[in-house]
């Protein structure tokens, strides 16, 4: 289910989620879809700050991830777009990081679906005017994609 939002929708939903991760809801993982310029990076950071992430939140764009220890959990902050392959993910130590606990924040995700934890919250943005996006949200299970109602916002 695609919606269009504008900004400040954007932004409010973003806070929304960002509670609901606060409050040890089940996405601990959100996967961040879309074309160049569509707002990604944007989330991510909107979410870092949230969450509690001090000072300037960068974009990991030419290093695949940067972290935040946020005490007690890190936040990981992956942007894959430059990965051509999946074993350079594995030579971070992609698979150390996904452990228990920890927050995964994953612009271009679906490079590579196959290394996306389960249980993670899909957030996809297409391009609709400048001050607004087309967002659907959604879990995938078993191949299958289940959208979020934006508007009402209930993960079951
Ligand atoms: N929800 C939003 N509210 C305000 N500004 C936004 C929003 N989404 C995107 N923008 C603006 O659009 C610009 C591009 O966004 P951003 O860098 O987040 O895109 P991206 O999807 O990460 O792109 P890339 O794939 O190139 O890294 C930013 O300068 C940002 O200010
Ligand atoms: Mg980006």
């Known amino acids: 289910m695609k919606k269009i939002l504008n900004f400040e929708q954007i932004d409010n939903?973003?806070?929304e989620l960002s509670e609901k991760i606060l409050k040890d809801y089940k996405f601990?993982?959100?996967?961040?879809?879309?074309?160049l310029g569509v707002g990604k990076t944007y989330i991510s950071k909107r979410i870092c700050k949230n969450l509690?992430?001090?000072?300037n939140v960068k974009s990991p764009t030419f290093?695949?991830?940067l972290e935040y220890d946020l005490g007690d959990r890190k936040v990981v902050h992956f942007d894959l777009y430059r990965l051509s392959n999946i074993d350079e993910l594995y030579e971070i130590g992609y698979e150390d990081y996904i452990e228990d606990g920890n927050i995964f924040l994953i612009e271009w995700a679906n490079n590579v679906p196959e290394a996306i934890?389960?249980?993670?919250?899909?957030?996809?943005?297409?391009?609709?005017?400048?001050t607004s996006r087309i967002v659907?949200?959604?879990?995938?299970?078993?191949?299958?994609?289940i959208y979020v109602d934006i508007n009402n916002y209930n993960f079951n």
């Open 13 to 15: 939903l973003v806070d």
């Open 117 to 130: 934890p389960e249980n993670t919250l899909y957030f996809s943005l297409e391009h609709n005017d400048e």
């Open 136 to 145: 659907s949200v959604y879990e995938i299970k078993d191949g299958e994609v």
């Open 63 to 65: 290093t695949y991830l």
């Open 28 to 35: 601990k993982s959100i996967a961040l879809i879309g074309d």
């Open 52 to 55: 509690g992430v001090k000072g």
